[in-house]
T-cell receptor, first 110, second 115 residues
Framework: SQELEQSPQSLIVQEGKNLTINCTSS?????LYWYKQKYGEGLIFLMM?????EEKSHEKITAKLDEKKQQSSLHITASQPSHAGIYLC??????????FGAGTTVTVRA | DSGVTQTPKHLITATGQRVTLRCSPR?????VYWYQQSLDQGLQFLIQ???????AKGNILERFSAQQFPDLHSELNLSSLELGDSALYFC??????????????FGSGTRLTVV
């Protein structure tokens, strides 16, 4: 089965600073999903990356997929309190379901 | 509102009891997925149904069962509950996208507390 490892497990960032989260797969990554979760709440879809080298941005969040490294990164520019939460990467397995990493907890300090 | 509806939002029950969690997928989505999220295990896939048929099974305990009805809503039944079953249970539905990809939408979850 596909295993996704996220790093760091948690991070604290000063408001206005940038941050990067990585998601590394044990198998070839053909596509990757990023979700955000507020503690105890549902998952909110952020982005889906379908091709190696693909890069997508939405507001201050940018995600990239490096197929060769079997890795995706999520970068937040000029973090705000609204960026706080748990970020989860997920990958489609061959049997039509999403497998997830353990998540990265982001805390933004004012 | 994501379009995936889960009820109830919270559930507190005693060990040994049985509960049913309900999920209505987004309109038009044929697939329903159930996930369990606990602090030590993360988000774990339990089971998937597609148009009423079981399609994929994950780490679902024998005490747990699910079904999808003709109107496409799904129920997850948890029986002989143990303290360790306390978790957030999520339902998701998916729609096919171009290129063979799927878009997954999650509900807001049911928080189960077993006391």
């Amino acid at each position: 089965s596909q295993e996704l490892e996220q790093s760091p497990q948690s991070l604290i960032v000063q408001e206005g600073k940038n941050l990067t989260i990585n998601c590394t797969s044990s198998k070839t990554l053909y596509g990757l999903y990023w979700y955000k979760q507020k503690y105890g709440e549902g998952l909110i879809f952020l982005m889906m990356l379908q091709k190696g080298g693909e890069e997508k941005s939405h507001e201050k969040i940018t995600a990239k997929l490096d197929e060769k490294k079997q890795q995706s990164s999520l970068h937040i520019t000029a973090s705000q309190p609204s960026h706080a939460g748990i970020y989860l990467c997920g990958a489609d397995t061959n049997d039509y379901k999403l497998s997830f990493g353990a998540g990265t907890t982001v805390t933004v300090r004012a | 509102d994501s379009g995936v509806t889960q009820t109830p939002k919270h559930l507190i029950t005693a060990t040994g009891q049985r509960v049913t969690l309900r999920c209505s997928p987004r309109s038009g989505d044929l697939s329903v997925y159930w996930y369990q999220q606990s602090l030590d295990q993360g988000l774990q896939f339990l089971i998937q149904y597609y148009n009423g048929e079981e399609r994929a099974k994950g780490n679902i305990l024998e005490r747990f069962s699910a079904q999808q009805f003709p109107d496409l809503h799904s129920e997850l039944n948890l029986s002989s509950l143990e303290l360790g079953d306390s978790a957030l249970y999520f339902c998701a539905s998916s729609e096919p996208l171009t290129g063979g990809w799927y878009g997954y939408t999650f509900g807001s979850g049911t928080r189960l507390t077993v006391v």
